[in-house]
Structures are given as structure tokens and as C-alpha cells.
């Protein structure tokens, strides 16, 4: 069973109501942003990090960036960074590399939110693909994914000479 196969199967499995959008091939969470039509602070992008040697999920809209310090402090750890994708690949064999959804407990790896992302009356992300994404009420991620609330998103850097 393909990713978005088994997610929608847990999903219907649990009552969820949710949508699947087919879109124009994008690879960043921002294109995937526009290509949906949905602010950057409504789509819930994926960031996998080690934390202390532990694999994490981190999800965060698609506007902002991960800010490692912030994720150091708020997770109680003495280090953390970005995973690389030879990395955790091989944890989520039924998605295209860099497309998971912001269910890590299905993959065995812990999901933290960003407190920014708390509450929202909808999210959308990548549906393991780089062409679908799935739409779905706030408050149900939350209930299924049971992420951890916590402070880690940053502001992009300025671009350069802007």
C-alpha cells in the first residue's frame, strides 16, 4: 500500500473527513503553498531533525524556517539538527523523499508542532507525494497526530541584498 493509500485509510478508519488535491509538481512547501492556493501559514510543512541522536518530526507552516536553538531549548536537548534525507528515507518508504505527511507516529517518529500552527481551522500537506496534498480540520490533526506544542519556528533570513 502506497503512502496516502494507508494515510487515508487511517483517516477514514477514525471518522476523519479530508480532501485530496491534485497539483502541478512542486518541491518546496511554499510552491506547494501556491500551487493549493492557501497561505504559507496554513500549510503544514515537514522538517526532519536529530535531536540528542533521536529522530524527529518537526511541522511548522510553510512561511516559516526551523530555528535549531529554538528547538534545543524548547525540546530540553544538548543538540540538534537537520537530518539529511539518505538519513530518514529509508523511515518513510511509501513517500516520495521530502513529501511525508505530519503523521509521524505512523513512521514511529515523534511529531512536534510549532505553537503557530495550534488551532488552526485547517491545514494542508503533502499527501507522500510532490503532486497531491491533503486538506483536513485543524482540530482533527491534532486529535490523530498528537503532536507535541512547542516554540521552534523562526522568521526567514532576509534575502540577501533585500
Do not use: W
Amino acid at each position: 500500500m502506497q503512502g496516502r493509500e494507508r494515510l487515508e485509510a487511517y483517516l477514514r478508519e477514525h471518522g476523519v473527513r479530508y480532501e485530496v488535491t491534485p497539483h502541478a509538481e512542486a518541491y518546496t512547501a511554499q510552491e506547494v503553498a501556491a500551487a493549493e492556493h492557501v497561505s504559507g501559514r496554513q500549510f503544514a510543512k515537514v522538517v526532519i531533525a536529530e535531536v540528542d541522536g533521536t529522530t524527529v518530526m518537526l511541522v511548522l507552516p510553510a512561511a516559516l524556517r526551523v530555528d535549531l536553538l529554538r528547538v534545543r531549548a524548547a525540546l530540553g536537548a544538548r543538540s540538534a539538527r537537520l537530518a539529511r534525507e539518505e538519513e530518514f528515507a529509508p523511515r518513510f518508504p511509501d513517500c516520495e523523499p521530502g513529501a511525508m505527511p505530519p503523521f509521524g507516529h505512523l513512521y514511529g517518529v515523534p511529531v512536534y508542532m510549532d505553537r503557530s500552527l495550534a488551532g488552526q481551522a485547517r491545514l494542508v500537506f503533502n499527501a507522500c507525494s510532490h503532486r497531491e496534498t491533503i486538506t483536513m480540520a485543524g482540530a482533527d490533526y491534532e486529535r490523530l497526530a498528537r503532536p507535541t506544542i512547542a516554540d521552534f519556528a523562526a522568521q526567514p533570513a532576509p534575502a540577501a541584498g533585500g
